[in-house]
Every structure is written in structure tokens, then in C-alpha cells.
């Protein structure tokens, strides 16, 4: 194999080795991302844990709906074409490259089918990223160009496995989609412990799932918006199954993919058949070598932010949250209630503060100290090969 992984603020040249650049795993607003972590997080510290009664309370008092957590979600705030547009304008404006670009949003194949009419977007792969419930964990994988006329059929394969899963069927299904000449399954953001069940019992759960279905995964993500010492990791899991690491951005706010793949290719699915073979190039992004907790954040400020130019019922942030009625059925917050309760504005305003200049330098000083560049500077030297 041969995989390899470069800064670009250390080689600044490495783009004229290429020609074009691919960006994978993005989201725009047709992504429901779930709200269930928050509630799984407080759950598991005691400090946060007696709070949410009081919670519960306020809540109910603004709307008469009891909060649950693992029916809520929210969505990011691009439409399909402005992710699509981010993603462009780093890659052919800011390193003059070719783009290739894949939008995965959550068990959805909406924004890439949408994107087909527009004439600057008629090639986009057809993608999503697929919930995977597995040994008491969640998992996620890239699931990128789908044949077209079959890519409906597809998911609902997929969505009928994440609402009763069955392990036969996630071997069967990978197996199938696996004899797709030009489809690419990923493993996203391998080590990431998205429901909190605890370190020990995520990795085993790893182990357990590669045991199964490893030679059915093409490559092992490393994420844009995880940290190099959970990415070195992945990098060392890709070494151990014989796996190609390749880069996705996990974008969902307005900061274009930190991580891009480096290739000499001109369509996806030729991409596709390198990654198959085992060869990639990984390049990190000057965005990249800040705190990603810093970058997490941004991120926040992003989903909470006013967008008067985004069309009406997606402007504010509570017309972007969604939670079930009294009759279960999901509605934007904003309909839920007559104006946001006054104690969730205040949270948010405090929030917001990281808009202004004076707080946002002050952040940028202090995360700085946790920043990635001199991890990555000391790891990686000039590039890591493998």
C-alpha cells in the first residue's frame, strides 16, 4: 500500500505533484444529526446529571412537551449547493486544483440528488453516511457513488438494517454493495465514541465489527474535525487490517474539510479504484493545525447563527431543531413555542459571545496552547508514509 499523509503548511508544493483534490464526507441541511449524546453525556456526569430534571421542568413549562433527546435533532445550516460551494471554492480557488466532491449526509441520499440538475454539480457522486447500530455502540460509514437508479433501493436496504439490526444483514449488505465496481465503503471516524459508552467498550466494539466485515471496508477515515493523536491512532488501526487511511472532512458548519485526498484522477469513480488498491495521499489544511476544540466551537457558532439570506423557516437557529409534537411528530422548535425560553437564550448569548473580536483572540491565545501544529509538526515531519 501506499498512504500517505502531508501538511500543507510544511509542503506547500506537494499540490503541483496533483492534480486534482477530493473532498469527502460533508453535510448540508438535509442531514438530521441527532441530538441523543447530550443526554447520554449529562447522563454520565453527576454534576450535569441533576440538572436535567430542572431541565425537563423549564422546558415543559415553555411547551407542555416532556424533552427526549433521542428523537430530537437538528440540521446544519448549508443547503446542498452552498456545501457544495465550500467545498469548490477551497479546492479550486485556494489551491487551483481539480475538485471531486462527495456529500454524505445522515442515511439520506437528498442533497447529492438534488445536486444533479445544477449544472457546476452534475457529477457529484451519489452518497450518504450510513447509522450503523452495532454490539451497543453506533457506528458510521461512508457509503459514496451509488449507481443512480439503484441508489433508493440502496438505502432503504440500509435504513431497514438501522431500525432492526441484525448482523447477517450487515455482512449480506456490505457484501452486496462491496461488488459495485465504482462504490467506495469507508469506515468514518473509526475510534470516535459518538454515544459515550466508554473507551474499553468502543474499542471492543471495533475489534468486533472488523472481525466481521473488515474486508468489506475500502478504507478507515481520518477525520478533519478529530484530533492527530485519534488520528494517528486511526493510522496505526489502517497499518494493523491492512486498510488504506484516506481523508474526510466531517464538515457541518461553514469551514471547508480540513483533511482533502490528493490524486492524479479525473473522475470519482477512477478515485475509487486507487483508493481499492490501496494507495492514498492525505493533506492536511492550515485549518487543521488549530485546537480542534477551538474548531468545534466555530462550528456551534455556526449552527446557532442568523442566515436572513437562507429562505424562511431556516433563518434561526430554532427553526433548524426539531423535536416531536405532542403528537410525535418532528417540528421545527419554533413552532413548539411562542419564543425560545428565556434561560436557553441566555445559554446562547453567552455562547455567542465567541462572534466578537476581543473573545475570539482571547479564545484563539488560550486554545492555541492545545493547538495541532507542533503534534503534527513532531509526528509527521515532512509527511507520514506507510
Known amino acids: 500500500m ?30 438530521k444529526e441527532s441530538l441523543y449524546f447530550i443526554g447520554e453525556f449529562m447522563k454520565k456526569h453527576p454534576a450535569l446529571r441533576c440538572t436535567l430534571p430542572y431541565l425537563d421542568r423549564r422546558a415543559m413549562r415553555a411547551s407542555a412537551i416532556k424533552p427526549n433527546l433521542w428523537k ?27 475538485s ?20 457546476e454539480a452534475r457529477r457529484i457522486p451519489v452518497s450518504l453516511e450510513w447509522s450503523v447500530p452495532f454490539a451497543g455502540t453506533i457506528f458510521h460509514l461512508g457509503i459514496h457513488n451509488l449507481p443512480t437508479a439503484e441508489a433508493s433501493a440502496w438505502v432503504e436496504r440500509m435504513t431497514a438494517y438501522t431500525a432492526r439490526p441484525n448482523p447477517q444483514e450487515l ?28 473507551k474499553l467498550q468502543h474499542r471492543s466494539a471495533v475489534r468486533e465489527l472488523l472481525s466481521a466485515v473488515n474486508q468489506f471496508f475500502h478504507g478507515f477515515e481520518l477525520g478533519g474535525l478529530r484530533s ?11 497499518q494493523a487490517y491492512r486498510r488504506p487511511f484516506i481523508a474526510g472532512g466531517d464538515r457541518h458548519g461553514c469551514e471547508p474539510s480540513a483533511l482533502l485526498n490528493l490524486t492524479n484522477v479525473n473522475s470519482f469513480s477512477e478515485f475509487v479504484t486507487e483508493v481499492k488498491d490501496g494507495h492514498s495521499h492525505v493533506l492536511a489544511m492550515p485549518q487543521y493545525a488549530d485546537c ?9 457558532l455556526d449552527v446557532i447563527r442568523y442566515y436572513p439570506d437562507h429562505s424562511v423557516g431556516a433563518r434561526h437557529w430554532d427553526e433548524r431543531v426539531y423535536h416531536p409534537d405532542l403528537q410525535g411528530v418532528p417540528r421545527p422548535a419554533s413552532m413548539l413555542w411562542d419564543f425560545p425560553p428565556p434561560f436557553m437564550t441566555r445559554i446562547l448569548n453567552i455562547v455567542r459571545l465567541g462572534e466578537t473580536e476581543p473573545v475570539r483572540s482571547a479564545l484563539r491565545f488560550a486554545f492555541s496552547r492545545g493547538g495541532q501544529l507542533a503534534k503534527v509538526n513532531l509526528d509527521a515531519g515532512q509527511g507520514v508514509s506507510v
Open 171 to 198: 455482512r449480506d449488505l456490505l457484501a452486496a454493495v462491496g461488488k459495485i465496481p465504482q462504490a467506495l465503503v469507508v469506515f468514518n471516524h473509526p475510534l470516535w465514541d459518538l454515544p459515550h459508552i466508554g
Open 2 to 31: 501506499g498512504n500517505q499523509f502531508t501538511c500543507l503548511w510544511q509542503d506547500r508544493d506537494v499540490t503541483r505533484q496533483f492534480k486534482t483534490a477530493v473532498s469527502l464526507h460533508g453535510h448540508t441541511n438535509r442531514s
Open 72 to 98: 430530537a435533532y437538528w440540521t446544519p445550516p448549508l443547503p446542498p449547493l452552498e456545501a457544495f460551494t465550500v467545498e469548490r471554492k477551497q479546492i479550486e480557488d485556494n489551491l487551483g486544483m481539480q
Open 228 to 238: 492527530w493523536q485519534e488520528n494517528r491512532e486511526v493510522i496505526e488501526l489502517a
Open 100 to 119: 471531486l466532491i462527495s456529500l454524505t449526509d445522515h442515511d439520506t441520499i437528498q442533497a447529492p440528488l438534488l445536486l444533479r440538475v445544477v449544472p
Open 292 to 300: 480542534a476544540a477551538l474548531r468545534v466551537y466555530h462550528t456551534v
